[in-house]
Nanobody
Framework: QVQLVESGGGLVQPGGSLRLSCAASGSIFNINRMGWYRQAPGKQRELVAVITGGLNPIYVDSVKGRFTISRDKNTVDLQMRSLKPEDTAVYLC?????????????WGQGTQVTVSS
């Protein structure tokens, strides 16, 4: 059993910063990929940023230069700066994890980020 638990969402004014954190726990042999998605009301879920193995992180164009993803063992953080109202969404942690028998995709419960004055 694997769990992803997110923290760090909240309300922030435009131009402000927030840091999201996601910790994976449980039957983990290896984590292939960790990242963040977001879903705004009425919109499709979109990839925000992802780290795969030792490769460079990948970001959606709209957050490049403002968001930074980092990973330390079983934790992935998303530092968000210069936040805009259009960044408002539920942010979900995602990880591809090998538990020793199979590779599976896991999701956190989501954390709300609201950017508003």
């Amino acid at each position: 059993q694997v769990q992803l638990v997110e923290s760090g969402g909240g309300l922030v004014q435009p131009g402000g910063s927030l840091r999201l954190s996601c910790a994976a726990s449980g039957s983990i042999f290896n984590i292939n990929r960790m990242g963040w998605y977001r879903q705004a009301p009425g919109k499709q879920r979109e990839l925000v940023a992802v780290i795969t193995g030792g490769l460079n992180p990948i970001y959606v164009d709209s957050v490049k230069g403002r968001f930074t993803i980092s990973r330390d063992k079983n934790t992935v953080d998303l530092q968000m700066r210069s936040l805009k109202p259009e960044d408002t969404a539920v942010y979900l942690c995602n990880a591809e994890i090998f538990d020793g028998r199979r590779v599976s995709d896991y999701w956190g419960q989501g954390t709300q980020v609201t950017v508003s004055s």
